[in-house]
């Protein structure tokens, strides 16, 4: 700071370098020469140039006469004005001399003001050159960290993408298997219902078979094998419908589950090209890429709903889930494909053993109204004969026949009610007793003739009995044999519930 000072002063003041005659008080002539500022202020002044004055003719030199220092073109700057060197010229040289020596520096001070800017200067610059490979450095540094950020994160976005593409693989074969097992649930599905709507043809058969068999009159209305087969029949065929029904109800829910499964691998896979899509994109972007710009802030905003852990996660519950339902599609599959064969045969079986009874049964029927047959014929040859030896009789007893005749007829007619109806109730027990009275009045009557109106009256009973008898074990061959058997021939019970 003093050597500015000092240079400032200089600055302003004027040093003569050659004097020449004259009185001090006498302004300087031609020949004098000052130190002044070199023209152009931008640089800096490393000393002082020798410059003559040379005053007009008419005018005395005063200070006014200087001419300012240079100012470039286009400063703002005042011109500057470098005052007097000399305080006045009415003093004398000693002086003025003493007054100018008082502001000059000693040979020490200019060495050391050398050494010090010297000294300045290699600080300075040694500053200056650790400052700039400081600076390089730090370009160098965060060059190499923005690179290597950039290599970081397109390597963790190629990982990413490995991920993803190793997690849509597996969804996608899984949904394929997936969707084939569903086709398979569809294919079983309407196979059970074929199986459930193939049932309904035994099972009208052998209701109408049993509906059939109840018109059967008399003692033909018996609880045989035919009947059990038939009613065994009917509870098989319910049962296995029952079954089918309820295996198709599974199957049905089962199929909504599948679907939903799939629905949530299609929508995971979806959204799994999505973001490959997204991250193929952002895994190719470089520093040239085009349509990059900034978004201020995207740093600090957090879109994100899951980790990495939590969304791999997810995809394994969703094959999981897939797996699960799978395995349980297949088992059904397995267990309605078991349920309707083993339906199959059993109802088969039963089939076979109602025709067997069936079969049986028919032939007992014909065997005994052959039977029946040959023993009506018998009585009625006897009851022609018997009827010979009463024609006498026949007269006498002609007004208690009638009475006769009624009661039978009632007792006919209620051997003809239905199973459980046909009761042996105080009407029945009365018509017996009337029958009885009839007769041991006729007997009262006709002593002596008792024994063949007996036999005749017997053989008449015996012939209806046998009669009736006889065209129940008609109308029952007719229903077994005819009806039944009719239904029955040709139909494909286990095509039917196999189609």
């Known amino acids: 700071m003093a050597k500015e000072v000092s240079m400032c002063t200089q600055l302003q003041q004027w040093s003569p370098v050659k004097p020449t005659g004259g009185s001090p008080s006498v302004p300087p002539q031609v020949g004098y020469c000052f130190h002044t500022p070199k023209k152009h202020p931008w640089r800096p002044i490393m000393g002082y140039e020798e ?3 040379t005053p007009m003719p008419s005018q005395p030199i005063t200070n006014t006469m200087v001419d300012p220092c240079y100012t470039s073109e286009g400063m703002a ?14 003093r004398s040289p000693e002086h003025a001399a003493r007054a100018a020596l008082y502001t000059r520096y000693t040979q020490h001070e200019w060495t050391q003001n050398s050494i010090r800017n010297y000294n300045e200067s290699d600080a300075k610059r040694n500053f200056s050159e650790r400052v700039r490979n400081d600076i390089m450095r730090m370009l160098r540094e965060t060059d190499e960290i923005g690179a290597q950020g950039q290599r970081d994160s397109g390597r963790k976005i190629g990982e990413r993408i490995t991920d993803t593409t190793f997690w849509r693989n597996e969804v996608a074969i899984e949904m394929e298997r997936l969707v084939a097992t569903c086709e398979k649930l569809s294919d079983t599905r309407r196979q059970l219902e074929r199986a459930v709507a193939g049932v309904e043809g035994p099972l009208h058969i052998a209701q109408e078979c049993l509906y059939h068999r109840e018109k059967r009159q008399g003692l033909e209305q018996v609880h045989d094998t035919v009947e059990q087969s038939l009613l065994k029949e009917v509870a098989i065929l319910r049962e296995c419908q029952d079954k089918f ?52 802030g995207i740093e600090r905003y957090e879109p994100t709903v899951s980790d990495a852990a939590r969304w791999a996660a997810a995809s394994a519950a969703t094959l999981q889930r897939s797996h699960s339902e799978r395995a349980k599609a297949l088992q059904m599959l397995s267990d309605a494909e078991n349920l309707i064969n083993v339906s199959a045969t059993e109802i088969w079986d039963q089939w076979s053993n109602t025709n067997n009874a069936f079969t049986r049964r028919i032939a007992e029927t014909i065997e005994i109204k052959n039977k029946l047959q040959l023993h009506l014929h018998k009585v009625q040859q006897e009851i022609f ?9 026949n007269k006498a007893i002609e007004d208690k026949l009638q009475p006769m005749k009624v009661a039978h007829s009632r007792l006919q007619a209620r051997t003809t009610r239905p199973h459980l109806e046909n009761c042996r109730d105080d009407a029945q027990l009365r018509l017996v007793k009337e029958v009885c009275d009839l007769q041991e009045t ?58």
């Open 245 to 296: 029904r309820n295996m198709l109800e599974k199957v049905r829910q089962q199929s909504k589950n599948c679907r939903a499964t799939q629905h949530e691998l299609e929508s995971d896979m979806r959204n799994k090209e999505y973001a490959l899509g997204i991250d193929n994109m952002c895994h190719q972007l470089n520093n040239f890429s085009k349509g990059l710009q900034f978004y201020a």
């Open 51 to 53: 410059i003559e004055v």
């Open 442 to 499: 006729m007997e009262t009557l006709r002593s002596k003739i008792a024994s063949a109106e007996g036999t005749h009256q017997t053989l008449l009973g015996v012939r209806a009995s046998l009669e009736a008898d006889l065209r129940n074990k008609s109308s029952t061959l007719f229903i077994d044999r005819d009806q039944c058997m009719g239904l029955r021939r040709g139909y494909p019970v286990t095509a039917a519930i196999k189609s």
């Open 385 to 393: 004969d018997v009827e010979k030896t009463l024609e006498l009789l």
């Open 77 to 90: 700057a005042e011109p500057l004005r470098f005052p007097n060197l000399v305080t006045g010229f009415d």
